[in-house]
């Protein structure tokens, strides 16, 4: 049997006390949530990051290709507004694991690099 190899060109790091929340740029957004099921079940979960990107686990099939506006939060406060793009998605269980890419070409803030830079450098530590 092949070994599967790895295809990140960029190491990742866990996610762990991040919270993420994204909007729909190019499709029809999530369904809406009342807040009391939202906390039962959060609708995105962030599973692992690097400056260039994100995995997250939703409910929510999401296409590939489709653009989201993704906030970024850590424990500390500081939130992050950064564009994404999806580009994969698997099914696990009854959720799906979606990678996104950060795109920056659509984001305004030149500071958004260095800012997810910083990030991953305090997961790092």
């Known amino acids: 049997m092949a ?6 060109r960029y190491k990742r790091y866990s996610a762990d006390g991040l919270k993420v929340t994204v909007t729909s740029i190019t499709g029809s957004g999530q369904q809406e949530v009342s807040s009391e099921a ?3 079940q959060p609708s995105l979960i962030p599973m692992d990051f690097n400056q260039h990107g994100i995995a997250v686990l939703t409910p929510h099939l999401f296409q590939i290709g489709q653009r989201l506006a993704l906030q ?6 500081s939130m992050l507004e950064v564009d994404g793009v999806i580009m ?9 694991r979606c990678g996104l890419t950060f795109d920056y070409k ?7 690099n260095t800012a997810l830079v910083e990030l991953e450098h305090q997961a790092i530590n």
């Open 3 to 8: 070994q599967q190899t790895e295809r990140r």
């Open 88 to 96: 994969s998605r698997c099914r696990q269980e009854s959720w799906y």
């Open 38 to 40: 939202k906390l039962k």
């Open 106 to 112: 659509y984001s305004g803030d030149n500071l958004m």
């Open 72 to 77: 970024v939060r850590e424990e500390g406060g």
